[in-house]
């Protein structure tokens, strides 16, 4: 599985994101020493990294968030150390941003040190989203993403899932699709996402419907019912 110094999740609004993200830097805590997540999202305030800082304290994960994560107050907020993932070239970073192009307009502030840097910013895709099945829609979302963003995409991150509903036909399912959407696009598959229960009772014939595929593993991460 391919890492950079910095990995940033973007793409359409209920894209699993943050879910992702959260796996992501707690793989990556297992191959470097010091990894950092930084919450970008500043569009959505009801699920949001923040809401897993447990879960990161015990692998040994830190997390960068804005002030006002957590509280009562809606407004978005630039976490006030996020220059930190900059100045700190022994940091492996993750950055979680909020969907489309609005969330992706906090990153046009850190572009030019972003793009200078070693990086890999991932479009996340779950094609059983409202308007996510569409290929025309994203491409339309990834450009006005990278607009925004001044950044460029590297990969896609091919996240499709309806939850705990997902049937391994799902993930198959969502491959063809994947693939179309890389070609128009012009960007590779660098993952696909499969939740870890579906995985133990179906890898072999996943690992062979996606054809070479990096299959990822994730925990489904939920939110305490205290939270919601």
């Known amino acids: 599985m391919f890492y950079k110094r910095i990995t940033i999740f973007s793409g359409h609004y209920g894209s699993g994101k943050t879910n992702l993200a959260v796996?992501?830097?707690i793989w990556l805590k297992n191959q470097v020493e010091k990894v950092v997540v930084c919450d970008?999202?500043?569009v959505n305030p009801f699920f949001r990294t923040k809401d897993f800082s447990g879960i990161l304290?015990?692998?040994g994960v830190n997390l960068i968030t804005s002030i006002y994560a957590d509280t009562n107050i809606e407004a978005p907020g630039i976490p006030p150390n996020a220059q930190m993932i900059f100045d700190n070239k022994n940091l492996h970073a993750v950055i979680d941003v909020g969907g489309d192009d609005k969330g992706a307009l906090i990153l046009g502030r850190y572009s030019k040190l972003i793009n200078q840097d070693d990086y890999e910013m991932l479009m996340v895709v779950n094609k059983y989203r409202p308007l996510s099945d569409n290929i025309q829609k994203l491409t339309e979302i990834k450009n006005e993403i990278e607009m925004s963003a001044k950044i460029k995409f590297t990969g896609i991150v091919n996240n499709s899932n309806l939850g705990n509903q997902?049937?391994?036909s799902d993930i198959t399912?969502?491959?063809m699709f994947a693939k179309e959407l890389s070609k128009t696009i012009n960007l590779p598959i660098k993952m696909t996402?499969?939740?870890e229960n579906i995985l133990k009772q179906?890898?072999?014939d996943i690992?062979?419907?996606?054809q070479g595929q990096d299959v990822f593993p994730v925990k489904i991460y939920e939110k305490e019912k205290w939270m919601v």
Do not use: C, G
Request: proline share 0%; aromatic share 4%.
């Open 23 to 25: 796996n992501y830097a």
């Open 40 to 42: 970008l999202d500043i």
């Open 57 to 59: 304290d015990k692998h």
């Open 166 to 168: 997902t049937q391994k």
């Open 173 to 175: 399912k969502s491959s």
């Open 193 to 195: 996402a499969v939740s």
């Open 202 to 204: 179906n890898s072999i």
């Open 207 to 210: 690992n062979n419907s996606l």
